[in-house]
């Protein structure tokens, strides 16, 4: 029997509005009072997903594409990027006017902000920031992943930009409109990993759940790697599982319903 299932939050647990349907939130439940845990595994931060706290226990998750594990309500790891590689990434979003996304531990800091994307106001705990302050911010504070945001054709180009760079990092889609620079090596598939291990879990007994890149690798590594309808062709091309149901219409519960039931 699985004993964890492991879940992406945007675009594969929750809708397009960013909601957690109630079809998802009773699979969920049921899954939890069989004693399967459901755990986030997200490239958000936790302060980016507080706000789903009266639904989810939180208090178990792999955030920050793997950079950031919790367990008990405990961090049980932590890490975050290098300042030389910060500095660089944030003159080349000065340099090239791109809408950038700098995330402290508990604020986003939102670089050329009059460019506009879809968290310029969803997150309550950020602010948009001047180039100076953009630039202090790397001295004054742990930053532990740099998102860009735009079209998919002009990030692809600004991802070899910054592969050309050969920074101490890693670039990885996390959504069709972002592109996140993370630490080197850390993966949701490792942040899985080091929560397993943790808690003396067999990684063979978890189930995973997720639509983007970010996702491909811990869709590798998990006992059974599932997918919704609306996920990335790469992504459904490696899963074991992908749902008829797309984020919209419960996909979450869909496979809960045929490998936790």
Same mark, same amino acid.
């Given at each position: ?14 809708? /397009? ?25 997200? %490239? ?18 792999? /955030? ?8 008990? %309500? ?10 030389? !590689? ?6 080349? %979003?000065? #340099? ?7 995330? *402290? ?6 670089? $050329? ?7 310029? $106001?969803?997150?309550?705990? /950020? ?6 302050? #953009? ?10 992943? +740099? %998102? ?29 409109? +972002? +592109?996140?620079? !993370?630490?080197? =090596? ?12 943790? @808690? @003396? ?6 189930? *995973?759940?997720?639509?983007?890149? $970010? ?5 590798? !590594? ?8 609306? #996920? ?15 984020? $919209?219409? =419960?996909?979450? #519960? ?8």
């Amino acid at each position: 029997m699985y004993k964890v299932i492991f879940s992406d939050l945007d675009d594969t647990l929750l809708t /397009s509005d960013k909601k957690i349907c109630d079809k998802n939130l009773k699979a969920i439940k049921y899954a939890e009072s069989k004693g399967v845990k459901f755990v986030v595994c997200t %490239g958000r931060l936790p302060f980016c997903y507080s706000m789903y706290k009266d639904q989810l226990d939180l208090s178990e998750a792999v /955030s920050t594409n793997g950079e950031v594990v919790y367990s008990k %309500g405990k961090i049980i790891k932590a890490n975050f990027l290098p300042k030389e !590689v910060v500095r660089k990434v944030i003159e080349y %979003g000065i #340099a090239h006017n791109e809408y950038e996304r700098i995330f *402290g531990l508990d604020f986003l800091y939102l670089l $050329n902000i009059e460019k506009g994307g879809s968290d310029a $106001n969803f997150y309550k705990e /950020s602010k948009g920031v001047s180039h100076d302050e #953009a630039l202090a911010l790397i001295d004054n504070i742990n930053i532990y992943k +740099l %998102g860009l945001f735009g079209e998919r054709e002009h990030l692809i180009e600004v991802r070899k930009d910054i592969d050309a760079m050969n920074l101490n990092a890693d670039t990885v889609f996390s959504g069709p409109h +972002l +592109l996140e620079v !993370v630490v080197k =090596g850390e993966t949701k598939a490792q942040g899985i990993i080091d929560y397993c291990k943790y @808690n @003396n879990i067999d990684i063979k007994d978890t189930i *995973g759940a997720g639509d983007e890149e $970010n996702d491909l690798e811990m869709l590798k !590594v998990v006992g059974l790697s599932c997918c919704p309808a609306n #996920a990335a062709k790469q992504i459904k091309e490696i899963c074991n599982v992908v749902t008829t149901a797309d984020n $919209n219409e =419960g996909s979450i #519960a869909e496979i809960i319903e045929k490998y936790v039931k």
